[in-house]
């Protein structure tokens, strides 16, 4: 395969993965699922990411900031979408303006969004509260006053709270089956208030998938809809998912070189025999770890080699041996298993981080295109 003509480098996102990522958790878990589109879509584009969750069915987006949610909007989406993590201060005017629903973690942003709700249009909440995180959410001892408010400020019309949720740890099941206690007793507190949330929802991929007794209304996925894996131990298609993101690039030199040759900055590698080198133009930059220099996979004509030497800021060489490779040839370095890719995972492994960081970092110089089929 090459790449579209004059295209040094690219990331192929196949939106249809990512709506049958969504169906296979909906299956498995049997409610609906948030699907998490925050920073851009876990870089496969956001407003392509929530297109193609929207059209495996699910139900409503979750994104970090009202800035990411407004851009969706602009974006065209207008499914149900809620945004958890809020500037100190933040007028909540546009948000509701756009009917962003917005997590609540505290009094003083319960009162901001009251303070944006107009006439006929109320502020939609869901409200966070602490299980153990050490994040934001409402802690137990405030628990009983902020929704005192809420459901005082529901029944006056300025909010309506749609759901209430948290986050879990993924520390150990024993760990998480803990918080979902203090979830449960959140829940109690806020059916003692009046308040009747109808979407309660605490559990993200990995508890979606292994920890069935916090699925409750709704799970909220986003690794999972990008057909990625949260677990080191189990592979995408061993849950029944699809990598959605090809990063590719077209190697852009090729040169023959005897042995001893030194290869890229402080020649870490040195050709132990006549060679080819070939030089695939993506760094870190672009967001390859560095620190996988001398380790990272790459797919160049069916067969697998490591990165040779350091990877640079906008490029690495390969040593491919006598396999023959001419310029313009598909250098792959993720994408899914099921084509002979490499999966993201082995770039993680191989720069001691994990698949969310590796996909999240491919920077704004790699173009994403959508895949036709
Ligand atoms: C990022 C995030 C998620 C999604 O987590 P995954 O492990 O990628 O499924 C869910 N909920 C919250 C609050 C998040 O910040």
Do not use: C
Not at 98 to 117: M, V, W, Y
Not at 185 to 192: G, K, Q
């Amino acid at each position: 395969m090459t790449l579209p003509a004059g295209t040094m480098r690219e990331a192929v996102i196949d939106t249809e993965a990512i709506a049958d990522n969504v169906r296979a958790f909906r299956r498995r878990t049997g409610v609906d699922v948030i699907a998490v589109v925050k920073a851009d879509g876990y870089g496969h584009g956001a407003v392509r990411a929530a297109q193609g969750a929207l059209d495996g069915g699910a139900t409503r987006l979750g994104v970090v900031d009202v800035d990411e949610a407004l851009a969706l909007r602009r974006g065209g989406i207008d499914a149900p979408l809620i945004a958890w993590l809020h500037a100190p201060g933040l007028s909540f005017g546009r948000a509701v303006e756009a009917h962003i629903e917005l997590g609540i973690s505290d009094l003083d942003q319960l009162n901001r969004a009251a303070a944006a709700a107009t006439g006929e249009r109320p502020a939609r909440l869901h409200l966070k509260v602490e299980t153990g995180l050490a994040r934001n959410g409402i802690p137990p001892e405030a628990q009983r006053s902020v929704f005192a408010e809420a459901a005082r400020l529901e029944r006056i019309g300025r909010v309506h709270v749609v759901g209430i949720f948290s986050h879990l740890s993924n520390t150990s099941p024993d760990d998480d089956r803990e918080a979902i206690a203090r979830f449960d007793e959140s829940l109690a507190v806020a059916a003692a208030s009046g308040l009747t949330p109808r979407v309660r929802h605490l559990a993200a991929t990995q508890a979606a998938i292994d920890l069935p007794e916090s699925r409750y209304d709704a799970v909220r996925i986003g690794l999972g809809i990008y057909g990625l894996s949260p677990f080191s131990y189990r592979s995408p298609a061993e849950l029944g998912l699809r990598p959605a993101m090809t990063l590719r690039a077209a190697i852009a030199a090729v040169r023959r070189v005897p042995a001893g040759h030194g290869v890229s900055y402080g020649y870490t590698y040195r050709t132990d025999r006549e060679t080819t080198l070939a030089l695939v133009p993506l760094g870190y930059a672009d967001g390859v770890p560095r620190q996988a220099s001398g380790v990272g996979p790459v797919v160049i004509g069916a067969r697998r080699f490591p990165v040779a030497g350091r990877i640079a800021m906008d490029q690495f060489v390969v040593d491919v041996g006598d396999h023959p490779v001419v310029v313009g040839d598909e250098a792959v370095l993720f994408g899914d298993p099921t084509y002979g890719a490499p999966l993201a995972d082995d770039w993680a492994q191989a720069a001691g981080t994990i698949n969310y960081e590796v996909v999240t970092r491919i920077g704004p110089r790699v173009p994403r295109r959508t895949a036709t089929r």
